[in-house]
């Protein structure tokens, strides 16, 4: 007997016959952005914009953001509305102080709060942080200093050193958080098999083209470190190297400190597994899957890189890009 079709459901508001909704989330993305396409809208830039998704009976909310630009064209009465959540504000905000010589700068302040002082800057309020190392930055006689830059990248030049992760969840609160694009022995959120029809296709790929197995880190002047590890993956002594120069380290410590924890992140053989699955709302970055299928060798435990989900006229569904 077939199975019942299941009933698209949406619940965007200012919008009139809408054709399509096209979401896109990944974990190393400064933001999340929905690209909406109706025929109409009452809708105007900079309006805070929420929906949910899904099945009639399986849905929940997926985008909190903004509205950042809108296209409409004739004859085909197709508007394009293209929506970017809270961490658009930060990409927004370039810090350039009135005098250059007194730019944002804070001494002897833990990660946390610098990271919240900088997204302040960016009128960002709803801010939650769980990070496992207590940092302190800006300890040296001038402290740490920001000008003439985004506050989104400033925020990620403190994230990036300690191999953390700041993104904005589907709420809109920004979470600064020591997230790896990998599984460990994190819990698994969902199971997916070519049995069923939640897993529609896949393809497994393994390179060494992310691996780094030396890391280099240049600081303030005379403050450097380095970190190194034989890989399995590469020619016997050879080394691929990553570089990270920038004078907010300010110390030896914390110099070896981001180069040893970016080469724990970087040592790694890239495999990736890009899959398309019946849609779920509740499917998103950060998130972790087992997959069971053995022709592409890829059954085991998998960390949900980017989400690009599709919600048309057809039916909903989500091609996925997991690492491990």
């Known amino acids: 007997m077939p199975s019942t079709p299941k009933i698209l459901y949406h619940n965007i508001t200012g919008v009139t016959n809408l054709k399509s909704i096209t979401l896109t989330e990944a974990y190393n993305a400064a933001m999340s952005t929905a690209t909406i396409d109706c025929e109409s809208t009452t809708l105007n830039l900079g309006d805070s914009i929420t929906f949910s998704a899904g099945f009639s009976g399986s849905y929940g909310k997926m985008f909190t953001g903004y509205v950042r630009k809108i296209e409409q064209t004739l004859p085909e009465y ?146 450097f470190a380095s970190a190194s590890v034989s890989s399995a993956y590469l020619p016997a002594g050879f080394y691929k190297t990553s570089v990270m120069a920038t004078p907010i380290i300010d110390n030896k410590a914390l110099a070896q400190q981001t180069a040893d924890l970016n080469l724990a992140r970087f040592n790694r053989l890239t495999e990736r597994l890009m899959i398309e699955i019946e849609g779920d709302y509740l499917v998103e970055p950060r998130k972790f899957a087992t997959i069971t299928e053995t022709y592409t060798n890829t059954s085991g435990n998998w960390f949900i890189y980017q989400v690009e989900s599709r919600f048309d006229n057809s039916g909903f569904k989500q091609r996925l890009v997991l690492t491990k």
């Open 78 to 223: 197709k508007t394009l509305i293209i929506c970017e959540d809270e961490l658009a504000k930060a990409t927004d905000y370039f810090i350039a102080s009135d005098d250059p010589d007194k730019p944002f700068e804070r001494k002897s302040i833990l990660t946390e709060n610098l990271i919240h002082d900088i997204l302040d800057q960016a009128q960002i309020t709803s801010y939650t942080y769980s990070v496992p190392l207590s940092v302190t930055w800006g300890t040296g006689s001038v402290g740490v200093k920001f000008n003439l830059t985004t506050a989104y990248q400033a925020a990620r030049s403190i994230v990036d050193a300690l191999a953390w992760s700041i993104y904005a969840d589907r709420n809109g609160t920004v979470h600064l958080a020591d997230v790896k694009p990998y599984w460990t022995s994190e819990s698994i959120d969902f199971t997916w098999t070519l049995a069923t029809n939640n897993l529609m296709t896949i393809s497994h790929e393994r390179s060494t083209e992310g691996l780094r197995n030396r890391v280099v880190v240049y600081g303030s002047t005379g403050v």
